[in-house]
């Protein structure tokens, strides 16, 4: 199958740096990259779909300021945390679709951000 | 919006045992996903159902979309304890975008 992956898979950082987590498709081109915020016990929360070459497109409630994302190529998109706060503190998690694999969105093995 | 109601949110199972865990939409679904999660990690894609009365199978794990394409159920026979995690559903919106449920946690007792 389709494999994505993050780095780092852990962060700790301190409030008020930045922090950047990448997400590749490591076999397959991803017209259409998705950042997700997965909460303790709860589902993943929509934060930005991110189209190979053109701007983010961010949900309702999301600082397009403050998490950054970048799509650069067919195989990376990125999403860096500005200023980070405690409350930032969460698990992230990217998926990926795109080519043949049609809709069904791939995920990676998330990322987990602390901020002290 | 569309929503994903899952249910139970959580189960517990000896092993060897068959279980069902349910995920009903609100609207029509046009493609819905199940998913394994291990907390702290990915979302490990299962199944892909997109026609009324589909159903697949993977090893002992069967998921099934209803006719009217607003329930869908996934069925685990005999579960072991390689089983356990959490299982999440999630379904297309008409905007290109994924929506899910909360997830199943499902923990199988040797």
């Known amino acids: 199958g389709a494999v994505v992956s993050q780095h780092p898979s852990r962060v700790i950082c301190k409030s008020g740096t930045s922090v950047k987590i990448e997400c590749r498709s490591l076999?397959?081109?991803?017209?259409?990259m998705f950042w997700y915020r997965q909460f303790p016990k709860k589902s993943l929360m929509l934060m930005a779909t991110?189209?190979?070459?053109?701007?983010?497109?961010?949900e309702q409630g999301v600082e397009k300021d403050k998490f950054l994302i970048n799509h650069a190529s067919l195989t990376l998109s990125t999403l860096t945390v500005t200023s980070a706060h405690p409350e930032d503190s969460s698990f992230y998690i990217c998926?990926?679709?795109?080519?043949?694999?049609?809709?069904?969105?791939?995920f990676g093995p998330g990322t987990r951000l602390l901020v002290l | 919006s569309q929503e994903l109601e899952q249910s139970p949110q959580s189960l517990i199972v000896q092993e060897g045992k068959n279980l069902t865990i349910n995920c009903t939409s609100s609207?029509?679904?046009?493609?819905l996903y199940w998913y394994k999660q291990k907390y702290g990690e990915g979302l490990i894609f299962l199944m892909m159902?997109?026609?009324?009365?589909e159903e697949k199978s993977h090893e002992k794990i069967t998921a099934k979309l209803d006719e009217k394409k607003q329930q869908s159920s996934l069925h685990i026979t005999a579960s072991q304890p390689s089983h356990a995690g959490i299982y999440l559903c999630?379904?297309?919106?008409?905007?290109?975008?994924?929506?899910f449920g909360d997830g199943t946690t499902l923990t199988v007792k040797p």
């Open positions: 609207k029509t679904l046009y493609g």
């Open positions: 999630g379904a297309d919106t008409n905007a290109g975008k994924s929506t």
């Open positions: 159902l997109q026609k009324g009365g």
């Open positions: 998926s990926a679709r795109g080519g043949a694999l049609g809709e069904t969105q791939y």
């Open positions: 076999d397959f081109q991803a017209t259409t």
């Open positions: 991110s189209n190979e070459g053109s701007k983010a497109t961010y």
